[in-house]
């Protein structure tokens, strides 16, 4: 029996060594990462921060509707449009304000050069709201508008 007690407590003393060795290894590993955080090695914020800020909503202005003649060759057809504009800051910016009779010169131009058969899929929407946003962050020389969502859109 003498000689179990003596294994049993090898093993024990050995298993003791490892752990402490592990934990050794885990504090060194925590110390450098904390160092490296702290002198600012790593990056301030991870992937997922990124993309909810990505995802987080800027202003939105409500703009009045929009009555339009459309382009077809009778000029029979006309558009109603109400749309809401968002932008990347959180509000919205003084140049868009200043310039909105401006934006609202350019939508309406826009909107009176389209037909019919351009607008009434899904895509022709698409393209025409990638058309407001480019032409309004064209006119006021920055990338102020992030996206232009239509909450009416009639056509007759």
Do not use: H
Request: aromatic letters at 8%.
């Amino acid at each position: 029996m003498a000689g179990e007690r003596t294994q049993a407590e090898a093993v024990g003393r050995g298993g003791t060594r490892r752990t402490l060795a592990a934990l050794g290894g885990l504090a060194m590993v925590a110390g450098v990462a904390g160092t490296a955080w702290w002198l600012g090695l790593l990056p301030a914020r991870n992937e997922a921060e990124a993309k909810v800020e990505e995802l987080a909503v800027g202003a939105l202005l409500p703009l009045d509707p929009f009555i339009a003649n459309l382009a077809d060759e009778d000029g029979k057809r006309y558009l109603k449009a109400t749309l809401q504009v968002e932008f990347f800051a959180s509000r919205v910016p003084d140049d868009f304000n200043a310039r909105l009779p401006q934006m609202r010169d350019l939508l309406l131009t826009l909107l009176t050069s389209k037909m019919f058969a351009e607008i009434r899929t899904p895509e022709g929407k698409s393209v025409l709201r990638d058309e407001i946003i480019n032409r309004m962050n064209r006119a006021l020389s920055k990338d102020l508008v992030k996206a232009v969502y239509f909450t009416e859109f009639i056509v007759q």
